[in-house]
């Protein structure tokens, strides 16, 4: 099943540039299992976004169809056939 990921720009040296990926899911599709997909392509790109319990980093905001993930169910949030996941790292200023 394939969703696609949105990369903001902060992290698109980690994915050779690019802006969105599609991804080929396996079902049940998950959240966790999207991530676990592009870690495989991407490790770089996954060790910004969990911890090395593979545990979601807690500044780093994922959405699926505009809906943030930790309201949901965390890595086991269902993914739909064409889901968007879009991905927001925390912006800290001082």
Same mark, same amino acid.
């Given at each position: 099943?394939?969703? $696609?990921?949105?990369?903001?720009?902060?992290? &698109? $040296? @980690?994915?050779?540039? /690019?802006?969105?990926?599609?991804?080929?899911?396996?079902?049940?599709? $998950?959240?966790? $299992?999207?991530?676990?997909?592009?870690?495989?392509?991407?490790?770089?790109?996954?060790?910004?976004? &969990?911890?090395?319990?593979?545990?979601?980093?807690?500044?780093?905001?994922?959405?699926?169809?505009?809906?943030?993930?930790?309201?949901? @169910?965390?890595? /086991?949030?269902?993914?739909? /056939?064409?889901?968007?996941?879009?991905?927001?790292?925390?912006? /800290?200023?001082?």
């Amino acid at each position: 099943m394939k969703v $696609t990921v949105l990369i903001p720009g902060v992290l &698109r $040296t @980690a994915t050779d540039g /690019a802006a969105h990926l599609d991804v080929d899911v396996p079902e049940p599709a $998950t959240l966790g $299992t999207a991530l676990d997909v592009l870690a495989d392509t991407y490790p770089a790109l996954d060790r910004r976004l &969990r911890d090395e319990r593979s545990a979601l980093r807690r500044y780093v905001n994922f959405y699926v169809n505009g809906e943030e993930c930790r309201r949901l @169910a965390g890595p /086991a949030t269902p993914l739909p /056939a064409g889901a968007e996941i879009q991905i927001l790292p925390s912006v /800290a200023g001082g």
